[in-house]
Protein backbone atom coordinates (compact mmCIF):
# COMPACT_ATOMS: atom_id res chain seq x y z
CA UNK A 1 0.00 0.00 0.00
CA UNK A 2 1.38 3.71 -0.91
CA UNK A 3 1.58 6.22 1.09
CA UNK A 4 -0.17 9.37 -0.01
CA UNK A 5 0.96 13.06 0.76
CA UNK A 6 -0.90 16.34 0.43
CA UNK A 7 -0.22 16.88 -3.29
CA UNK A 8 -1.23 13.34 -4.01
CA UNK A 9 -4.56 13.67 -2.47
CA UNK A 10 -5.46 17.24 -4.06
CA UNK A 11 -4.24 15.21 -6.81
CA UNK A 12 -6.87 12.64 -6.86
CA UNK A 13 -9.31 15.08 -5.86
CA UNK A 14 -8.93 17.25 -8.75
CA UNK A 15 -8.96 14.55 -10.98
CA UNK A 16 -12.32 12.73 -9.44
CA UNK A 17 -14.22 16.28 -10.36
CA UNK A 18 -12.52 16.52 -13.58
CA UNK A 19 -10.96 13.38 -14.79
CA UNK A 20 -10.55 14.89 -18.40
CA UNK A 21 -8.52 18.09 -16.97
CA UNK A 22 -5.28 18.49 -18.94
CA UNK A 23 -1.46 18.56 -17.15
CA UNK A 24 -1.44 21.85 -17.95
CA UNK A 25 -4.52 22.88 -16.02
CA UNK A 26 -4.28 20.91 -13.29
CA UNK A 27 -1.00 22.36 -12.57
CA UNK A 28 -2.34 25.61 -12.59
CA UNK A 29 -4.81 24.64 -10.08
CA UNK A 30 -2.80 23.16 -7.37
CA UNK A 31 -0.10 25.39 -8.49
CA UNK A 32 2.80 22.67 -9.44
CA UNK A 33 4.38 22.05 -12.26
CA UNK A 34 3.27 20.17 -15.28
CA UNK A 35 6.32 18.07 -14.35
CA UNK A 36 5.21 17.49 -10.86
CA UNK A 37 1.56 16.96 -12.49
CA UNK A 38 2.43 14.56 -15.34
CA UNK A 39 5.11 12.18 -13.16
CA UNK A 40 2.49 12.06 -9.67
CA UNK A 41 -0.32 10.80 -11.88
CA UNK A 42 2.42 8.15 -13.60
CA UNK A 43 3.27 7.09 -9.93
CA UNK A 44 -0.31 6.79 -8.88
CA UNK A 45 -1.10 4.60 -11.80
CA UNK A 46 2.10 2.66 -11.73
CA UNK A 47 1.16 1.90 -8.17
CA UNK A 48 -2.63 1.27 -8.39
CA UNK A 49 -3.53 4.26 -6.29
CA UNK A 50 -5.58 5.76 -9.27
CA UNK A 51 -6.96 2.90 -11.17
CA UNK A 52 -8.24 3.96 -14.61
CA UNK A 53 -10.55 7.12 -15.78
CA UNK A 54 -14.10 6.75 -16.85
CA UNK A 55 -17.05 8.95 -18.53
CA UNK A 56 -19.80 9.93 -16.79
CA UNK A 57 -23.18 9.83 -19.12
CA UNK A 58 -26.19 12.27 -18.88
CA UNK A 59 -27.69 8.96 -17.04
CA UNK A 60 -25.25 9.63 -14.48
CA UNK A 61 -25.84 12.84 -13.34
CA UNK A 62 -29.49 12.81 -14.09
CA UNK A 63 -30.53 10.09 -12.02
CA UNK A 64 -34.69 9.36 -11.96
CA UNK A 65 -35.95 11.48 -9.39
CA UNK A 66 -37.53 7.98 -7.10
CA UNK A 67 -33.92 6.21 -5.98
CA UNK A 68 -33.74 3.53 -2.97
CA UNK A 69 -32.11 0.62 -1.40
CA UNK A 70 -33.42 -2.92 -0.90
CA UNK A 71 -31.87 -5.47 0.78
CA UNK A 72 -32.72 -8.48 -0.27
CA UNK A 73 -32.21 -12.26 1.98
CA UNK A 74 -32.20 -15.31 -0.21
CA UNK A 75 -32.88 -18.89 0.50
CA UNK A 76 -30.27 -21.25 -0.28
CA UNK A 77 -28.21 -21.15 -3.22
CA UNK A 78 -30.45 -19.12 -5.46
CA UNK A 79 -28.12 -15.73 -5.44
CA UNK A 80 -26.64 -15.95 -8.82
CA UNK A 81 -30.01 -16.68 -10.52
CA UNK A 82 -31.71 -13.61 -8.41
CA UNK A 83 -28.82 -11.24 -9.59
CA UNK A 84 -29.39 -12.25 -13.24
CA UNK A 85 -32.94 -11.15 -12.83
CA UNK A 86 -32.58 -8.07 -10.99
CA UNK A 87 -30.07 -7.20 -13.82
CA UNK A 88 -32.15 -7.90 -16.28
CA UNK A 89 -34.95 -4.95 -14.83
CA UNK A 90 -34.97 -1.37 -16.00
CA UNK A 91 -35.29 0.14 -12.63
CA UNK A 92 -32.36 -1.70 -11.08
CA UNK A 93 -29.07 0.22 -11.43
CA UNK A 94 -26.84 -2.01 -9.47
CA UNK A 95 -26.96 -5.40 -7.86
CA UNK A 96 -24.06 -5.64 -4.63
CA UNK A 97 -23.52 -8.85 -3.25
CA UNK A 98 -23.01 -8.50 0.72
CA UNK A 99 -22.80 -9.69 4.01
CA UNK A 100 -24.43 -9.67 7.31
CA UNK A 101 -28.08 -9.83 7.32
CA UNK A 102 -28.42 -9.19 3.89
CA UNK A 103 -27.32 -11.52 1.04
CA UNK A 104 -28.26 -8.65 -1.90
CA UNK A 105 -28.63 -5.03 -2.18
CA UNK A 106 -30.25 -3.44 -5.22
CA UNK A 107 -30.12 0.26 -5.94
CA UNK A 108 -33.33 1.11 -7.78
CA UNK A 109 -34.06 3.91 -9.42
CA UNK A 110 -37.52 5.40 -11.25
CA UNK A 111 -39.96 7.94 -12.02
CA UNK A 112 -42.54 7.65 -9.82
CA UNK A 113 -43.45 6.18 -6.33
CA UNK A 114 -45.61 4.22 -8.04
CA UNK A 115 -43.41 2.53 -10.11
CA UNK A 116 -41.39 1.91 -7.58
CA UNK A 117 -43.38 -0.21 -5.73
CA UNK A 118 -44.19 -1.98 -8.67
CA UNK A 119 -40.69 -2.96 -9.01
CA UNK A 120 -40.73 -3.71 -5.53
CA UNK A 121 -44.08 -6.17 -6.30
CA UNK A 122 -42.24 -7.80 -8.73
CA UNK A 123 -39.01 -8.32 -6.76
CA UNK A 124 -40.59 -9.63 -3.98
CA UNK A 125 -42.48 -12.29 -6.24
CA UNK A 126 -38.77 -14.41 -6.91
CA UNK A 127 -38.66 -17.33 -6.37
CA UNK A 128 -35.96 -17.65 -3.18
CA UNK A 129 -36.25 -14.31 -1.82
CA UNK A 130 -36.95 -14.77 1.92
CA UNK A 131 -37.26 -11.22 3.18
CA UNK A 132 -36.20 -7.49 1.85
CA UNK A 133 -36.05 -4.43 3.32
CA UNK A 134 -36.44 -0.74 0.99
CA UNK A 135 -34.86 2.48 2.02
CA UNK A 136 -35.58 5.80 0.05
CA UNK A 137 -32.70 7.81 -0.56
CA UNK A 138 -33.52 11.36 0.01
CA UNK A 139 -30.34 13.04 -1.35
CA UNK A 140 -26.44 11.90 -2.42
CA UNK A 141 -23.53 13.51 -2.24
CA UNK A 142 -20.81 12.02 -4.74
CA UNK A 143 -17.13 13.09 -4.30
CA UNK A 144 -16.74 12.80 -7.69
CA UNK A 145 -19.11 15.11 -9.06
CA UNK A 146 -17.57 18.38 -10.80
CA UNK A 147 -17.88 21.42 -8.98
Same mark, same amino acid.
Given at each position: MSTLDDIDIRLIAALKR $??? %??? @?? #????LKLARA? *? +?? +???? #???? =??IAGFTALT?? $? *? @?? %?? *? +?? #???? =? /??????? +? /?????? =????VQAVHSTN???? #????? %?TDTLQELDDTLVRIRRFEGITSSETNLLLSTRRASTRR
Open positions: $DGR %ASI @SE #LAAKT *V +RS +RIER #LMAS =GERA $D *V @SA %AP *V +RA #LTMI =G /IEGRGTE +R /IMAQLQ =GMPAGRWD #LIAEL %A
